[in-house]
C-alpha cells in the first residue's frame, strides 16, 4: 500500500433526495446534504423547471431556490402560534372551574356566618 492509499479522503460528499412533488406552479422540493470535516449541512430546495422556445431553438430553464430559511421561519410562526392557542386554552379550562368555585363559595357565605 503506498503513501497516497493511506490518507484519508477529506473531499464533501453531496446527497440529493426528493421530499415532495407540489403543484406545477410550486416545483418540486429536494432534501440537499453536504458532508465535509466541518459536518453536515442541510439544506431544502425548490425547483422549477421551465421549457422555452424561441424558433427553432428550445431551451430548458431551471431555477432552484433555497427554502431552508423560509421553512425554519414557518416553523418558529407556527410555533408560536400553537404556543397561544394551547396557553389561550389552559386558560379558559382553569378560569372555569375557579369561577364555580368562587361562584359557589359566594353563595355558601351567608350561610357559614
Same mark, same amino acid.
Given at each position: 500500500?503506498?503513501?497516497?492509499? !493511506?490518507?484519508?479522503?477529506?473531499?464533501?460528499?453531496? =446527497?440529493?433526495?426528493?421530499?415532495?412533488?407540489?403543484?406545477?406552479?410550486? /416545483?418540486?422540493?429536494?432534501?440537499?446534504?453536504?458532508?465535509?470535516?466541518?459536518?453536515?449541512?442541510?439544506?431544502?430546495?425548490?425547483?422549477? =423547471?421551465?421549457?422555452?422556445?424561441? /424558433?427553432? !431553438?428550445?431551451?430548458?430553464? =431551471? =431555477?432552484?431556490?433555497?427554502?431552508?430559511?423560509?421553512?425554519?421561519?414557518?416553523?418558529?410562526?407556527?410555533? /408560536?402560534?400553537?404556543?397561544?392557542?394551547?396557553?389561550?386554552?389552559?386558560?379558559?379550562?382553569?378560569?372555569?372551574?375557579?369561577?364555580?368555585?368562587?361562584?359557589?363559595?359566594?353563595?355558601?357565605?351567608?350561610?357559614?356566618?
Amino acid at each position: 500500500m503506498n503513501e497516497e492509499d !493511506e490518507k484519508e479522503d477529506n473531499s464533501p460528499s453531496f =446527497t440529493t433526495s426528493m421530499i415532495a412533488k407540489r403543484k406545477k406552479n410550486e /416545483g418540486e422540493m429536494f432534501e440537499f446534504k453536504y458532508d465535509d470535516k466541518n459536518g453536515e449541512e442541510k439544506k431544502e430546495l425548490q425547483v422549477f =423547471t421551465q421549457a422555452i422556445v424561441s /424558433g427553432s !431553438e428550445k431551451l430548458l430553464m =431551471t =431555477t432552484i431556490r433555497d427554502m431552508s430559511y423560509w421553512l425554519e421561519l414557518e416553523k418558529t410562526k407556527l410555533r /408560536g402560534k400553537m404556543q397561544t392557542l394551547a396557553f389561550a386554552s389552559a386558560a379558559h379550562e382553569f378560569k372555569n372551574p375557579l369561577n364555580a368555585i368562587v361562584s359557589t363559595l359566594e353563595l355558601l357565605k351567608p350561610l357559614l356566618n
